[in-house]
């Protein structure tokens, strides 16, 4: 009966979503033989490890599935658990006292093939219990050990999966099984279904118990319970009963981390947050690592720590609970102690929000608290401070050295001049004051031994900077926008160990000079520090070098011993020269030097010789550059070339071999007269305003190897093209969209190599007042005056066809601006359904008319094509004209379709042969096929 229950488990009906992770683990079991699946609470692990065992456990000789292992160890005991796994794994009651310290048990199963599931293991002493008497398992043996703490499961299996929170689709479908018994919200409950989805974070057992909790419920009902969750920050008892277990595993010292990250740290780089926390005595390296091996918080690929946002709600729920009030956030309890000082002598934390709409007045001396570690007031990025913030008149004057503490200080738009006189940095790892009034942060030298980060952004009264002599982990220093800073005090550009420093829009700056060589420094910019003219920084380790539109008139030689150097600006400067030693830079990726009078073709060739990791090429409005050299094919790397504004009036031929670029843009380039053969991986070519341009080479190379492409071609305003170059744009674009069919087809419809693919797809834009029209591969078969037309096929082309081609002729009107103007077709079906399909590009400003096309897939028995210019919002663009539209259906000829298949270089011979058939039936073909096609063919007529 157990078996029979594990087979079919009442508890894996309905469950969606998580077929793929099944597959994932499975391609592990025909691998390894001991798995771990790891994870947060409540994402699935054990629900992946009863489908696999339900599936798979006849084919061993034993199989055991221990269930909740954490919770069944605290009611029963180990040495209980144990005994039912042996018990069940040699078929006969076993007590493990009775064979302690022989080989019986091991010698006995090592004889067997068996299949065990430890589900929910909390610790490394359990799973070693557990597997103690278990040896090496017989060949062909699997174990899956399920845990929220990846660090046991290392050393004691072989691969480890992680169960990764669901994404929205799968999300919403396991929400609507649980609230509405089908696969999709109920009419009318779409947005409380979408913010119920968002608000679970794709946490598997939070979509069902939100979902069980509004099944038959009004939308009023569900509308606020959700408001209530995420007001509150307090989620539905179950949910929080599964997070909890985790916390409850904690040590203090990592439930102090865990609080302190979820109330005032999440999304803070995650070295600067180990070092706040060390300051506190926290330990904090190893306690970080403990959090991410448990899964409650990750660290993103830009380094900062994230926290699911069911894990922070239940953390804040703890915190606001804790009768000390020693953390606090709610805008209530910030009330009781800056206002009226209630609680001050226990607070260790304060962070309010300021882009909340709240009023509060400071009457408290925030310095004065002597248990106060963080303190922040700030604006999120991206955000603008909405809270009315009223300071009583002194209230800082009687500060005495309650700061002594203070570990991590921000306050956005700091009311006075500078911080009291009497104001402790001693522990301080990072003060930010962004937007604030001061004009010095304090006078005289402070002993800052574990100051690493000062951010003084957009301080627009700041005069000057403190002696930074004892800043002695000093790391990044960030003085953007900060107008009135007229120098820099010699000793930040002494401090060794200086990772950033970022000066941009410092506009009063003069002389930015280190006579130290700084070995740490890795990126400085200067960008817009439009009065500096005297430069010197010496560093091994720099890799980011931004000097645009400075004073700056002179680079010297030694700017070549910047071996590390990836990414560098020169963008506006009055160079008078350009060193060849540039060219020394063997690391740069990036490289801008647009708008600079000295780049011509000899010093751009000297360059080329050396430049070969070079991802990233500006040189607009170079006007001196009117060619490009030979050699530029030497940038094998190359994937972005911008010369916009350039007076290029010709493109090498060798540029064809650039095989891994894909955007070159040429807008203005008002004397370029003529364009070769370009590259392959072109997907962004640019050339609006190319007023001279008379002729183009072929794009049908553009065809080739489309897989997973978006290409963008505009001529926009180049209205030299003749009749015979634009005929042969339009017969190449239209081949090529040919082939981006093809791919869509044989990955949609046929479901080959369909991982992470983005559908292929073109749009061209040319100048002309008509669709294309005639017998020509190059020409429309439906076209009309006008904005719609219909179309009425009788030959079946519709079902058979590759897919659509859609074009529209617009016309310009006097005055009007096409930024951010949309075109759109909406496809109507003769049973009235309706699709829309866009022009994949916003339109910018036209003079004249011009022809816009792109394409899509087939819609069946599609009759009415109705085509709109639409603004940002939605709504109709009636001051741009639509004077023509026109509908192609692409066909495939055979030769075609042999070269498609052809060039699928990622398809094997055997897939390709498969593939054949599938498109020739659909496309009703008949190909010249080979005995392996002609195979396949007998298969695909008989029904298998």
């Not at 610790?123 to 703490?149: F, H, K, M």
């Amino acid at each position: 009966m157990q078996k029979l229950q594990l087979r079919y488990p009442k508890n894996l009906e309905g469950l969606v979503g998580i077929e793929e992770q099944c597959e994932a683990v499975e391609c592990l079991l025909g691998k390894v033989g001991r798995i771990g699946v790891w994870g947060m609470g409540g994402t699935g692990k054990t629900t992946i490890a009863k489908v696999l065992f339900a599936k798979h456990f006849p084919q061993y000789d034993s199989a055991c599935f221990l269930q909740n292992v954490r919770e069944e160890s605290e009611k029963h005991g180990l040495t209980h658990i144990r005994d039912n796994l042996l018990s069940e794994l040699l078929k006969e009651q076993v007590t493990t006292s009775n064979f302690f310290g022989s080989t019986f048990v091991e010698r006995r199963l090592s004889s067997r093939i068996v299949f065990i599931v430890v589900d929910d293991v909390a610790s490394s002493e359990q799973l070693e219990y557990l597997c103690a008497e278990l040896g090496e398992l017989g060949e062909g043996s699997t174990l899956i050990v399920t845990t929220r703490d990846k660090h046991l499961l290392d050393g004691r299996v072989e691969e480890i999966y992680e169960v990764n929170p669901w994404d929205f689709e799968k999300s919403l479908v396991l929400f609507s099984l649980a609230a509405f018994k089908k696969r999709e919200p109920e009419k009318g409950y779409e947005d409380i279904s979408r913010r119920a989805v968002e608000y679970a974070g794709g946490i598997a057992l939070a979509l069902k118990v939100l979902g069980s909790h509004f099944l038959s419920r009004s939308t009023r009902f569900c509308e606020a319970e959700l408001n209530y969750m995420k007001r509150s920050k307090e989620s539905l008892k179950k949910i929080q009963e599964l997070l909890l277990v985790s916390y409850n595993g904690l040590s203090g010292r990592e439930q102090a981390i865990f609080l302190d990250i979820a109330s005032f740290l999440k999304d803070e780089n995650e070295d600067s947050v180990i070092r706040i926390l060390d300051a506190c005595g926290f330990n904090a390296t190893s306690g970080v690592e403990i959090l991410k091996d448990k899964a409650l918080i990750s660290i993103s690929k830009t380094n900062t720590i994230q926290m699911h946002d069911l894990l922070q709600d239940l953390a804040l729920d703890i915190v606001r609970n804790d009768v000390r009030g020693s953390r606090l956030r709610d805008i209530e309890q910030i009330r009781d102690v800056l206002e009226n000082d209630k609680g001050i002598p226990e607070v260790e934390g304060i962070t309010l929000d300021l882009s909340q709409e709240v009023d509060l007045q400071l009457s408290a001396d925030i310095f004065n608290m002597p248990k106060l570690r963080i303190f922040r007031l700030y604006v999120p990025a991206g955000k603008q401070k909405l809270a009315n913030v009223l300071y009583n008149p002194g209230f800082l004057q009687n500060h005495k050295r309650g700061s002594a503490g203070l570990k991590y200080f921000e306050w956005n738009r700091y009311p006075s001049k500078s911080l009291p006189p009497n104001f402790c940095a001693k522990f301080l790892v990072a003060i930010r004051m962004l937007h604030s009034d001061i004009e010095e942060l304090w006078p005289g030298t402070q002993d800052l031994v574990n100051l690493e980060t000062i951010d003084l952004s957009e301080c627009k009264q700041l005069v000057k900077l403190p002696d930074l002599s004892k800043a002695l982990e000093l790391k990044w220093v960030y003085l953007s926008g900060c107008k009135s800073l007229c120098v820099v005090h010699p000793s930040l550009l002494s401090v060794d160990t200086l990772v950033t420093l970022i000066l941009d829009r410092c506009e009063k700056l003069k002389s930015l000079i280190s006579e130290k060589h700084l070995r740490y420094l890795k990126e400085l910019n200067v960008d817009d520090c439009s009065s500096l003219e005297k430069f010197a920084m010496s560093s091994d380790s720099i890799k980011r070098l931004d000097l645009s539109k400075t004073g700056v008139k002179k680079l010297y030689p030694s700017i070549g011993h910047l071996s590390k150097l990836e990414w560098l600006n020169l963008e506006s400067l009055r160079l008078e020269n350009l060193p060849n030693e540039l060219s020394h830079l063997t690391s740069l990726k990036e490289l801008r030097i647009s708008n600079c009078g000295v780049i011509d073709e000899e010093n751009l060739h000297v360059l080329c010789d050396g430049l070969l990791s070079l991802k990233l090429l500006h040189l607009k409005d170079c006007y001196e550059l009117f060619e490009l050299p030979d050699n530029i094919s030497a940038l094998s790397s190359l994937r972005e070339l911008r010369l916009d504004g350039s007076s290029v009036e010709k493109l090498p031929t060798s540029i064809k071999l650039l095989e891994k670029l894909e955007i070159l843009t040429l807008v203005n380039c008002r004397k370029l007269e003529f364009l070769p053969e370009l590259p392959l991986f072109i997907i962004e070519l640019n050339a609006v305003n190319c007023t001279s341009l008379v002729a183009v080479s072929t794009f049908k190379t553009f065809a080739v190897q489309m897989k997973g492409k978006e290409k963008h071609i505009s001529f926009m305003n180049a209205m030299k093209l003749n009749e015979s170059t634009l005929l042969q744009i339009m017969e190449d674009v239209m081949f090529t969209m040919k082939s981006a069919e093809m791919q869509n087809i044989y990955v949609n419809k046929f479901r080959l190599n369909v991982d992470n693919f983005i559908p292929n797809s073109v749009v061209v834009c040319l100048p002309g007042s008509s669709v294309p029209s005639g017998s020509g591969q190059g020409s429309f078969a439906y076209r009309t005056r006008g904005s719609s037309i219909t179309i009425e096929p009788h030959d079946g082309s519709l079902s058979k066809c590759l897919g659509t081609i859609y074009s529209v002729v617009l016309s310009a009107s006097p005055g009007i601006k096409g930024h951010g103007a949309k075109i759109q077709c909406r496809i109507y079906r003769k049973d009235g359904e309706c699709k829309t399909t866009w022009y994949g590009k916003d339109i910018s400003e036209f003079d004249s008319d011009h022809v816009f096309v792109w394409h899509g897939s087939s819609f069946d028995d599609a009759k009415v094509f109705e085509f709109f210019v639409t603004t940002d919002s939605g709504e109709n663009n009636d001051q741009i004209k639509i004077k023509e539209c026109g509908v192609h259906l692409m066909s495939c000829s055979n030769s075609e379709l042999q070269s498609f298949l052809w060039e699928a270089p990622e398809l094997e011979p055997e897939v390709k042969s498969e593939l054949g058939v599938k498109l020739q039936l659909h496309l009703d073909l008949q190909l010249d096929l080979d005995p392996v096609h002609e195979a396949f063919m007998e298969l695909a007529h008989d029904g298998v």
